[in-house]
């Protein structure tokens, strides 16, 4: 067998993102300075987010393992994008907590870099590759405070459960190419429907819903976000979205070809318990990560809406969603950031207590993500809901729709609550700002972002919706 | 038309929060000043479109459209008619006297109250002159979150519970509605070619009966719990009474308005077999509203719980005029809606005056105020009779024309209805009595300040508004009269509508 020639040009991003990690990681390691590591790694990310829109929708390569598409482009530059601001949350954090930057930085570029496979992939061993290339840093990164015992435990935890779902997705692919002979989406959407394609569709599902923490394969999600250093927490939140809903975006349009009857309800299904367990259980909580981290499995169950839906128009709407969750969820943790409780992470709901008598722009910023995490407009989680629930009622999901809105209302409660709590009561004492420009920056540029994807929605609406020229 | 006036009025009071953000907070008089001027300004936007709209035809005007989100049918468009015309006006005007109140009251934080009632004022004025059901969603719901605050941070003791239930309480209704939006749009594109978002094609739309029946329901839902409707109406004492004095005002005064503008400019024009079909129910709801309303008030001893329960009694009527689908009923609905807004903005700035003196709002503490505030007990009871709906005074209008058109519907509505009229003049003039008359009450200070100045400033163009429209309300109806008769005969296209009496 030869392999098919590689017409690297396709592969320019990629190729940026992997030899820069691989730089950043030998100049930390040499001693490069905590700050131009950092510099560095922003100006690779965003060169690679340059070369991703200047090359578009470009065609495919490696014998059409991989395509550069609409939806290629969408979905990397919101991880770049992802990748981006969370180098700029990190960094102080980083040389705060002495922790190694070239190897942050490097770790961050290479899950970055496993995002964007998978939203290129068309075959399930490029995906696959995709998958690990993601998973195996945030396992690191998630045990990254080498001190720091909660840490250990959130790495191995993620590493366990993350190792399992890993071997479910690599069976799933097994069954599948026994059943259709082929490991191409293409082939596989064109194969009869069988026992033992069943049974290998819904192993990569579960294999999926681990990564993007659907109910029930989410138990992991709280623990280990709890227990990651912060800066890696808002990352991950992100990132291992992006990745498992590139390929859920990939693969289900495939899978459903067939017996695309069969794989809806259940999908639907999913959606439905990931909504009422993620904003029910985030009620009950006052660790911030944790909150957050339900809130994550919340947006994940209302991101499936749209992946239910079965529709280019649905795919468009998580493409949307994805950008809006990505600005939201790292604001949020990039307020968290900002703050520190007697020199440790500021993690309790109420350590926010009062901080808007202290900073008022802090605390505005922190209430436009979390009235945009509740859906509510003028931000960009009210777009995209609203999206995802057009999506779902045009394609006769109502039940769906209705309980999404439904939780939403839900969220509003404990999403508020957070906002009121900055701007009520007095200020711990033992909570000081320990932000700086970079978070500042990340902040700004998050902030504007949710609201003018709330006011100004239609430059990414269009954006978005290339992704239906790829999916019918 | 050069200057487009409807986004002028829209977002002045936006760009006023923005100077006032960019302002020291501690220039506390410097931020007053330019949020009044804001919201002046504003005023004048509005009086100038209310002067410049033509009479006589229920069309849009001052029209603006323009895509917004093209790629999913959502467009910026704006119109005012009779039907939102008044209610603009009636905004533009609380918002300065709202601002006014909370000099004497508002002393923390006052770059933050500031900013927020702008931006609720922007908020709210595009929900009346939104015609995209999207833009309109959009601003609905903003005006939940300057709210929230409004009463969450500036309120009394529980505060923090009555912000969440206000806000729990009307997204509730409103998710619900977001799914009924969309459901019409996806609807749209197999009937008129072309899926929209825009309120004046929608109206065109023939629904098939059990699909507008549902319709009909989210969005009633939605409007109903703003209004309230009895029986969702348990939100509204706990948020009037832990919000702030300017925090009631507009919410007794403009945001309750938002539901029942809801039922003229939504339920009736884009469900009107639904319409037709629950009609029955929803004025019965209103006739208990009533009744149930004014009853409760009567049995309150807290002045502003009186006041708030007195608004589920009046917006009762407000209602009942709507559901009666009579030109009568629905002109004295719209009207009501701005005299609710005058007199019960007016009482609880009154109750507010008082409660600024002696930090009581308990019917008990108080008696023989009359006796140390002689200019003030004048203003009451004007804004009182106006309450009442005694002749002559703006209340009177409204409620006649809501049961003349109730009677022509069904006679037993405005026979219980008129048992509400007899209970408001039970309940306010028993408040009345106990804190004007009587023996000086034990929270009440020797030396009570009497009114003047700034506070004068703030019922002067109140009592001027009850004395105008009482006498005079054709400047409201003739401007209305046309809207209102294009909504009664999209819901009736049999029944003529038969000449309207003016008292």
């Excluded at chain 1, 999908?267 to 994550?296: D, E, P, W």
């Excluded at chain 2, 106990?434 to 009570?448: E, F, I, K, N, Y």
Aim: hydrophobic share 60%; glycine share 10%; with cysteine.
């Amino acid at each position: 067998m030869t392999l098919p020639p590689l017409d690297l040009r396709l592969l320019r991003p990629e190729l940026i993102v992997a030899v820069g990690a691989m730089a950043l990681m030998l100049w930390g390691a040499r001693g490069g300075q905590d700050g131009a590591v950092r510099w560095a790694a922003l100006v690779v990310l965003a060169a690679a987010l340059w070369e991703v829109l200047a090359l578009g929708a470009a065609g495919e390569g490696a014998g059409a393992m991989y395509v550069r598409d609409g939806l290629t482009v969408v979905l990397q530059s919101t991880a770049l994008l992802a990748a981006l601001v969370a180098s700029a949350l990190g960094g102080r954090y980083v040389e705060r907590a002495a922790l190694e930057a070239g190897e942050f930085h490097a770790l961050v570029l290479v899950a970055a870099l496993g995002a964007m496979v998978m939203a290129a992939s068309r075959d399930l061993i490029m995906l696959f590759l995709g998958l690990e290339t993601l998973s195996i840093p945030l396992y690191v990164l998630a045990a990254f405070a080498r001190a720091d015992l909660r840490s250990q435990e959130a790495g191995m935890k993620y590493f366990l459960l993350g190792a399992f779902s890993t071997a479910f997705f690599l069976y799933g692919i097994a069954l599948v190419f026994g059943s259709s002979g082929s490991t191409a989406l293409g082939a596989v959407a064109a194969a009869p429907p069988s026992l033992l394609l069943r049974v290998g569709t819904g192993l990569l599902l579960v294999g999926l819903a681990f990564k993007a923490a659907i109910v029930p394969f989410h138990a992991w999600a709280p623990d280990v976000y709890e227990g990651a250093p912060l800066p890696v927490t808002a990352y991950m939140a992100v990132i291992a979205k992006v990745g498992a809903f590139a390929a859920l975006l990939r693969v289900v349009p495939a899978v459903l070809g067939a017996s695309r009857n069969e794989w809806i309800p259940v999908l639907g299904a999913l959606s439905v318990i990931t909504m009422v367990v993620g904003n029910f259980a985030a009620l009950l909580q006052t660790g911030i990560k944790r909150l957050l981290a339900y809130s994550g499995i919340a947006h994940a169950g209302f991101m499936l809406i749209g992946i239910s839906a079965g529709t280019a128009e649905g795919a468009g709407a998580v493409a949307f969603y994805l950008v809006a969750y990505a600005l939201m969820t790292l604001g949020a943790f990039g307020v968290i950031l900002m703050v520190e409780r007697g020199g440790e992470e500021a993690d309790q709901v109420a350590d926010l207590t009062g901080l808007a008598w202290r900073s008022p722009p802090l605390a505005a910023a922190m209430a436009v993500f979390m009235v945009s995490l509740a859906g509510l407009p003028p931000t960009a989680g009210f777009m995209a809901k609203f999206y995802v629930f057009t999506a779902a009622l045009d394609a006769g999901q109502t039940a769906l729709a209705i309980t999404g809105v439904l939780t939403s209302v839900v969220s509003a409660y404990f999403y508020l609550r957070v906002a009121y709590t900055m701007f009520t009561g007095e200020p711990r004492p033992a909570v000081v700002f320990v932000g700086g420009r970079w978070v500042t920056a990340a902040l700004i540029f998050s902030t504007a972002g949710v609201l003018a994807l709330g006011v100004f929605p239609a430059p990414l609406t269009a954006f978005v919706r290339q992704v239906a020229q790829v999916l019918r | 038309m050069s200057l487009p006036l409807l986004s002028t009025l829209i977002f002045l009071p936006l760009a006023g929060a923005a100077v006032v953000a960019a302002l020291d907070r501690r220039r506390e008089g410097t931020i007053r000043w330019t949020a009044l001027c804001a919201a002046l300004l504003a005023l004048a936007v509005a009086v100038l479109i209310a002067v410049r709209f033509a009479a006589g035809t229920a069309a849009m005007q001052f029209e603006e459209r323009r895509a917004w989100v093209a790629a999913a049918g959502i467009a910026y468009h704006l119109g005012v008619d009779g039907v939102s015309l008044p209610l603009v006006l009636l905004t533009a005007l609380m918002l300065p006297l709202g601002l006014l109140s909370s000099w004497g009251s508002v002393t923390e934080r006052v770059k933050e109250f500031t900013i927020s009632m702008l931006v609720l004022e922007t908020a709210l004025l595009g929900t009346f002159l939104s015609l995209d059901l999207v833009l309109f969603y959009v601003f609905w719901d903003a005006v939940l979150i300057p709210m929230y605050f409004i009463i969450g941070l500036w309120g009394g003791p529980r505060r923090a519970y009555a912000a969440l239930k206000f806000i729990l309480y009307t997204a509730t209704g409103s998710a619900l509605m977001l799914i009924a939006v969309i459901a019409l749009y996806v609807h749209s594109g197999t009937v008129l070619g072309a899926r929209t978002f825009d309120l004046i094609a929608l109206r065109a739309l023939d629904l098939p009966m059990p699909l507008q029946a549902w319709l009909f329901g989210a969005f009633a839902l939605a409007f109903a719990i703003k209004v309230p409707v009895w029986p969702l109406h348990t939100w509204l004492p706990d948020a009037h009474v832990e919000a702030p004095t300017a925090g009631s005002v507009l919410l007794a005064a403009v945001l309750l308005k938002m539901g029942t503008y809801g039922f003229l400019r939504f339920l009736l024009p884009l469900f009107p077999e639904a319409a037709r079909l629950f009609a029955p129910l929803m004025a019965t709801l209103g006739v208990i509203g009533i009744l149930y309303g004014g009853i409760v008030s009567w049995a309150q001893r807290d002045m502003k719980r009186l006041v708030a329960m007195s608004s589920v009694s009046h917006l009762g009527f407000v209602t009942l005029g709507a559901f009666t689908l009579t030109v009568e009923g629905l002109q004295g609905s719209l009207l009501q809606m701005v005299n609710h807004g005058i007199s019960t903005g007016g009482l609880f700035l009154l109750v507010g005056v008082l409660y600024d003196r002696t930090h009581s709002r308990r019917l008990d503490d108080y008696g023989g105020v009359a006796t140390l505030m002689p200019r003030f007990a004048v203003v009451a009871t004007i804004v009182m009779l106006s309450s009442m709906g005694l002749p002559g005074t703006n209340g009177f209008v409204g409620e006649f024309l809501i049961l003349l058109g109730a009677f022509r519907a069904n006679p037993a509505y405005a026979a219980w209805a008129a048992g509400g009229v007899v209970l408001s003049a039970v309940y306010l003039l028993w408040m009345y009595q106990r804190v004007m008359h009587g023996p000086v009450g034990s929270a009440v200070p020797a030396r009570l300040p009497e009114i003047g100045g700034r506070e004068l400033v703030l019922f002067l163009p109140l009592l001027a508004l009850i004395f105008w429209i009482g006498l005079y309300p054709n400047a409201l109806l003739r401007r209305s009269e046309a809207s209102i008769l294009a909504i009664v005969e999209r819901v009736q296209p049999a029944a003529r509508p038969v000449a309207r009496e003016r008292p």
